[in-house]
């Protein structure tokens, strides 16, 4: 096992003397999961939480993150960033979202920790975004995935069972809206309504769970269309929540008569 280089010879801990090292070009990407209830996930998909544009949010707090890292962790150096960046990728099979950060720089210590802290609170804004409809939100698998430069050389992470992408050709990049950007890929008339639908309630305001009560009509139906559980709204379920919300039923499905 290599020697801890952040303890002296004593055991007291201290900072790296980095001065006599080259200054190369070093990379890092770390990631963090972020897992919500099935129905949570149908509202961000539809572009629906009371703060505003969660991913945006995110984004913008794991880049200030990577740059204030030296004063979050004790002993790291301070270090110029030439990038920091952040992505997003949905995973609706799961209700969850995947956070990748990304950091470069030429330096003369590497940047994992600055990626490791703009994954970590980019996932904990999400969480401050969305705790109002659900606290139950786990943040989990926060790692390094990838570095490269300094003496140490190159390192990948070992892909983890149960966390591959569920991203199918041709779904949306995460740069996209919010609410398109948790979208299922599109596969014909079916998933075009459900975009419609989607696209519908966003336009519109409209939240799942008050549309519902105004409809009277199951709020699980609605999450169960939006995420893909079920293939169509009941016939009843459409002409309620089409009057509730002063619309014509093609209006929802964007002219798609039902």
């Known amino acids: 096992m290599n020697k801890l280089s952040h303890l002296d ?9 980095v001065s006599e090292k080259a ?5 890092a990407s770390a990631e963090a999961i972020i897992v919500f209830a099935p129905e949570t996930f149908a509202e961000i998909s539809a ?48 209700s969850a979202v995947r956070i990748t950060a990304t950091v470069k720089t030429a330096a003369q210590t590497g940047v994992e920790m600055e990626a490791l802290t703009a994954a ?11 705790k109002a409809i659900d606290r139950g939100i786990v943040i989990e698998s926060l790692r390094l995935l990838s570095k490269s430069g300094g003496k140490s050389g190159k390192f990948r992470a070992l892909q983890q069972a149960g966390t591959q992408s569920r991203t199918k050709p041709g779904m949306p990049s995460a740069t996209t809206l919010m609410h398109e950007a948790l979208s299922p890929a599109p596969r014909g008339d079916i998933n075009a309504e459900r975009e419609a639908f989607r696209s519908f309630m966003a336009d519109r305001r409209l939240r799942a769970t008050q549309w519902a009560k105004q409809a009277d009509v199951p709020v699980a139906q609605i999450y169960a269309y939006l995420t893909g559980r079920s293939r169509a709204l009941p016939r009843e379920t459409i002409e309620k929540l089409a009057r509730a919300s002063h619309a ?7 002219g798609k008569p039902k």
Not at 23 to 27: D, H, P
Not at 53 to 80: N, W, Y
Not at 120 to 130: F, K, W
């Open 9 to 17: 010879e004593t055991g007291a801990a201290h900072m790296v003397d």
């Open 23 to 27: 200054v190369t070009a070093r990379e």
């Open 47 to 94: 572009g629906q939480m009371p703060k505003g544009d969660v991913f945006a949010a995110a984004r913008i707090a794991g880049i200030m993150a990577a740059k204030k890292t030296s004063e979050l962790i004790p002993l790291c150096h301070q270090i110029p960033l030439a990038k920091a960046g952040i992505e997003f990728e949905p995973l609706p099979d799961r």
């Open 120 to 130: 970590s609170i980019a996932a904990l804004t999400i969480y401050d975004m969305v």
């Open 248 to 254: 014509r039923v093609e209006d929802m499905f964007a």
